[in-house]
């Protein structure tokens, strides 16, 4: 059975005043992503991969053509729907972490359940269970100052899947991480990916994330190069 | 949401401990201030009223009208009856006549000649009718610095500053030289039973206290007084009820044209009364404004380097769906937050300090040295119930304040570039 299209991106560009002139960002992007894919947005710096990650996750809108996001015009979004489209359906990751410092472990996860009005248990049980996925119940009293980096992009990880989203985007997440921890943090994604059919989009040009997409989509100058699905046949 | 507020306000001390200080020094300060203006000011009122204006006050039209010069000669006629009359008709005052007036006092040496001489200014009080309150009312027994009170015709009272002056001593005696409310010379000796101390520049620089009776044979005021003075019984003036009296006893005197009519006052409508009752609020009000104002500004900077120091956090509870509205009202309960501690330990400290003023005071009658105001030579801090709210109005409004100017930068954060600035 096909998947179901969470993501439809039809003649869509975007662009940006610089000085009196403008700047194109992405020209004319025409796209589809399925529920439970697991692709990257590759391509060197200034190709637009994060201009797309940003309008797919309802931080910016296109200035011409259209994107949905699970059946929600981006474009006509107000702010208070796009902050609610954030809060329930998309995850972020981001190359720094980002975790609250004086928080602890276990309250950073929690966070977002705060703002979706869970009550204490119901947050208690998610968030042990987010937290078991990426393997740091061990931590859930330590603050962010005590844990290694790829500690810390565990807890992200955990943070940006404890509301289930049905969208994660993960802007360069192994960028600060040593190799083994990349490897690692990339295969719980993938693992997540296929025991909860989220929806994980990359935007990265690391080779060791490459290796373990499903679906890459090259970018060059804000206009789609390339897009391919992967045989993983030779990895596994 | 509130407990995970509260976590981080406690935890970051980034965020807490600088506007707890601001917050608790503004406070305190606010806290002092109202308690020391309050003290002065209760203390002056009702030095005013005791030595000078009463709660009420009646003297003749004429001499209302010059009553800085204590004209003798404008007094009162038939004040026994007068005040008899007060007294059935406003049982719950109690009244009084007394007599001020200028003279000069003459101190002998061994052999009668002229030792010292100076001009001084004399009270005239009822100080030997049994139930009579007025020693009291000049806390005469507090003030004694040597000597006791008048017991005897002839007797009277020395300010402490004249004794030192002319270097008297009690039992020596003095030639009082002043003028009749007819117009003519007089001349009577006293006696000085006691040296005082009232505390009050204006008074302890040069005054005579002696018995209402000894002034009337001393100046010729037989059933004369140059002023009667009404006094609640509560001890506290109400400017309600003392209008209403006022108004009821000027009536019956209206349509006279005699200018030796007597006319009531209130204490508020004596001369520059009316500002001091107002001044005590209105120099709280200011302090207020001064404080709700510096505070703001440095919190509000506070608030701006904090937002600098948070721009990650605001970031990713924007990324995380967190609205702006719903940021910047975390902002402000945060503000109010800080700013109840900050005010909580603010008003304690304040309250310790008042306390300590209160119950020590301050001297200050080195300022007071030529004033003719009636103020307390010590000045000392009085603890009211307000005291304890106050402080919160500067204390939560500054913090408030500040924190609400420099929320209004997340509403300037631009959602598209977070990733970019997430990315540091």
């Given amino acids: 059975m096909e998947n179901r299209s969470l993501i439809s991106i039809s003649n869509l560009s975007k662009r940006f005043k610089v000085g009196n002139g403008e700047f194109l960002a992405l020209k004319n992007i025409n796209l589809s992503i399925a529920e439970g894919e697991f692709t990257g947005l590759v391509g060197p710096s200034g190709s637009g991969k994060t201009t797309l990650l940003n309008i797919i996750g309802s931080l910016d809108i296109p200035s011409d053509g259209t994107a949905e996001v699970l059946g929600k015009s981006i474009s006509t979004l107000s702010h208070k729907q796009a902050a609610m489209l954030r809060n329930l359906n998309i995850g972020f990751i981001f190359q720094t972490y980002n975790l609250l410092p004086v928080y602890t472990v276990f309250e950073n996860v929690e966070f977002a359940l705060l703002l979706q009005k869970k009550t204490f248990a119901e947050r208690k049980i998610a968030v042990m269970e987010a937290l078991d996925w990426v393997g740091l119940t061990d931590k859930v009293k330590s603050k962010p100052s005590q844990l290694s980096g790829g500690e810390c992009q565990r807890v992200a990880i955990a943070r940006a899947m404890v509301k289930r989203p049905q969208i994660v985007l993960a802007d360069e997440p192994s960028a600060n991480l040593d190799a083994k921890n990349s490897h690692h943090i990339v295969q719980t994604m993938k693992r997540l990916n296929k025991e909860l059919k989220t929806t994980f989009i990359f935007a990265t040009h690391d080779e060791k994330v490459m290796q373990y997409l499903d679906r890459i989509i090259s970018l060059k100058d804000g206009e789609i190069e390339k897009d391919e699905f992967v045989n993983h046949a030779k990895n596994e | ?424």
Wanted: contains cysteine; proline residues 3%; charged residues 20%.
């Fill in chain 2, 1 to 424: 949401m509130i407990k995970f507020l509260f976590k981080g306000v406690i935890r970051d001390r980034g965020r807490s401990v600088l506007p707890i200080i601001v917050v608790s020094i503004g406070a305190m300060f606010t806290v002092i201030l109202h308690c020391w203006i309050n003290g002065i000011m209760v203390e002056s009122l009702t030095m005013n009223a005791n030595f000078n204006n009463g709660h009420v006050k009646i003297n003749t039209r004429a001499y209302a009208k010059e009553a800085s010069q204590m004209p003798i000669d404008l007094a009162i006629i038939g004040v026994n009856k007068l005040t008899k009359e007060l007294k059935l008709s406003n049982p719950d005052f109690d009244w009084v006549h007394r007599t001020r007036f200028g003279a000069l006092i003459d101190f002998p040496d061994s052999i009668g000649e002229t030792r010292a001489q100076g001009p001084v200014t004399g009270w005239a009080i009822d100080l030997f009718s049994s139930g009579s309150n007025e020693a009291d009312r000049f806390n005469i027994s507090e003030a004694l610095v040597s000597g006791k009170i008048p017991a005897k015709s002839s007797e009277a009272l020395l300010s402490i500053d004249l004794a030192q002056k002319f270097n008297i001593k009690p039992g020596e005696e003095f030639t009082l030289f002043g003028t009749s409310m007819d117009g003519s010379m007089v001349f009577r000796n006293f006696s000085v039973s006691g040296i005082v101390r009232f505390g009050s520049s204006a008074i302890d620089r040069g005054a005579i206290i002696i018995d209402i009776s000894d002034a009337q044979l001393a100046l010729q005021m037989e059933d004369a007084a140059s002023e009667i003075l009404g006094f609640f019984n509560t001890g506290k003036y109400n400017d309600e009820i003392a209008n209403n009296i006022a108004a009821s006893f000027n009536k019956k005197y209206a349509s006279s044209m005699d200018e030796f009519a007597p006319e009531m006052i209130t204490f508020k409508q004596q001369e520059g009364m009316a500002d001091l009752l107002n001044i005590s609020e209105t120099m709280s009000s200011i302090f207020i404004f001064v404080f709700v104002f510096a505070m703001s500004v440095v919190l509000w900077n506070a608030g701006l380097l904090g937002s600098l120091r948070r721009f990650n956090e605001f970031g990713v509870r924007l990324a995380l769906g967190e609205g702006k509205n719903h940021i910047y009202k975390t902002i402000i309960f945060e503000g109010v937050f800080v700013g109840l501690i900050g005010t909580m330990i603010g008003t304690a400290i304040g309250l310790l300090f008042s306390y300590i003023l209160q119950e020590k005071g301050l001297d200050i009658s080195g300022m007071m040295k030529n004033s003719t105001l009636m103020m307390p030579a010590v000045a000392r801090a009085s603890i009211t119930p307000s005291a304890i709210y106050i402080g919160f109005i500067p204390g939560v409004l500054s913090m408030v304040l500040g924190s609400a100017l420099a929320g209004i930068r997340i509403y300037k954060r631009k959602t598209a570039s977070l990733f970019k600035e997430l990315e540091v």
